[in-house]
């Protein structure tokens, strides 16, 4: 079964928008990372939040970490048509080195 | 440096025959995963490898689908006669194991479309 739920599964806005993007886990974790997908081929590492992290910035990204609710998120702010992509969620268990678990995604348009 | 790559970048097949995706990995990382991605879905881990150590086989769907890393560096993902519901692009991805955060990043080929008639 999936680890990380994203929601919502579809998002359209507009260029300029902030787009937020939510993902729930289930089971305790080390970290969560957040991947972007262009034309569902190879993934892109975005960011990574520690367990004991709440929130982390990168750029025009903001990441928030809630380990009480099993859940986290994903602020783009001032969206660019190049954002258009799918976003992914996953969540690393324990050590380093180990597999991730990934979500469904949220397949994000941005248009102009 | 010259990212993950696989190869092939689509593989079409009828049912039956056995298929080999390959693999190349980042120079230096010790861990290389497999992920299949159907139509419209998340990532599914099917194997990973670390360094000389026994892979975890624990997300392989069936017997049918099998994989070795030769040398500690390139990989192969072999499904034997295939079936339709293995079409999906096969994604591979690497890294490096130490005791940074940097060691947790994955690093993503653009994976194999395969596709089974």
């Known amino acids: 079964s999936q680890q990380g739920e994203e929601d919502p599964q579809a998002l359209s806005i507009q260029e300029g928008e902030n787009a937020t993007m939510n993902c729930s886990y289930k089971t305790s974790i080390n970290n969560l990372q957040w991947y972007r997908q262009n034309s569902g081929r190879g993934l892109v590492h975005l960011i990574l939040i520690r367990s004991n992290e709440r929130e982390k910035h990168s750029g025009r990204l903001r990441v928030t970490l809630d380990t009480s609710k099993k859940s986290s998120s994903l602020l783009i702010t001032a969206s660019r048509a190049a954002d258009t992509a799918s976003y992914f969620c996953a969540t690393a268990l324990n050590q380093a080195g180990t597999a991730l678990i990934f979500g469904k995604g949220t397949t994000l348009s941005v248009s102009s | 440096g010259a990212g993950v790559s696989q190869s092939p970048s689509n593989k079409v097949t009828e049912k039956g025959k056995d298929v080999e995706l390959r693999c190349d990995p980042i120079?230096?990382?010790?861990?290389l995963y497999w992920y299949r991605q159907s139509l419209g879905q998340g990532l599914e881990f099917l194997i990973y490898f670390q360094g000389n150590s026994a892979p975890d086989k624990s997300g392989l769907p069936s017997d049918r689908f099998s994989a070795e890393r030769t040398g500690g560096s390139v990989s192969t993902l072999t499904i034997q006669r295939t079936q339709q519901e293995d079409s999906a692009v096969y994604l591979c991805?690497?890294?490096?194991?130490?005791?940074?955060?940097?060691?947790?990043?994955?690093?993503f080929g653009p994976g194999t479309r395969l596709t089974v008639t």
């Open positions: 991805a690497s890294s490096y194991t130490g005791f940074d955060l940097d060691s947790w990043e994955q690093y």
């Open positions: 120079s230096g990382h010790t861990a």
